[in-house]
C-alpha cells in the first residue's frame, strides 16, 4: 500500500505563492505518476498537474499553466506544486494522488489508486 501525506496549505492573499509538498510511503521504483488534485465545495475534484517518474514529464490544467509548477524532490518519493500569481477561484482541497500504472489518461480521477487526505489552501485578502 502507498500512503501519501499532503502539507503546506494555508491562507494567502491573492497575488501571492504557496508551496505543496506531498510524501508517499512507498519506494519510488512502484510509483509511475503522481498529481495533484483539488475540489472547492460543491464541485467535482479537478486535475491540477501530473508528473511522470520516468522521465519528469508533466501535465497541467490550463487554467494554471505558468503560474504552477509540479516537481519530484530531491526525497524520494516526494512531489511538490509550486503555486504563484494565486488567485480566488484556486480556492480549494488539494489531494496528492499517485498511481503505480501506467496511462495515457492523466488528469482522471479514475487514473489513481492513491490519495492523501487532502490540505486546505485558501485565497483571500
Known amino acids: 500500500q502507498v500512503q501519501l501525506v499532503e502539507s503546506g496549505g494555508g491562507l494567502v492573499q491573492p497575488g501571492g505563492s504557496l508551496r505543496l509538498s506531498c510524501a508517499a510511503s512507498r519506494s519510488i521504483f512502484s510509483i509511475n505518476t503522481m498529481a495533484w488534485f483539488r475540489q472547492a465545495p460543491g464541485k467535482e475534484r479537478e486535475f491540477v498537474a501530473a508528473i511522470r517518474w520516468s522521465d519528469g514529464s508533466t501535465l497541467y490544467l490550463d487554467s494554471v499553466k505558468g503560474r504552477f509548477t509540479i516537481s519530484r524532490g530531491n526525497v524520494k518519493n516526494t512531489v511538490y506544486l509550486q503555486m504563484n500569481s494565486l488567485k480566488r477561484e484556486d480556492t480549494a482541497k488539494y489531494y496528492c494522488?499517485?498511481?503505480?500504472?501506467?496511462?495515457?489518461?492523466?488528469?482522471?480521477?479514475?487514473?489513481?489508486?492513491?490519495w492523501g487526505q487532502g490540505t486546505q489552501v485558501t485565497v483571500s485578502s
Open positions: 494522488a499517485a498511481t503505480t500504472a501506467g496511462s495515457l489518461y492523466l488528469s482522471s480521477v479514475a487514473t489513481y489508486g492513491y
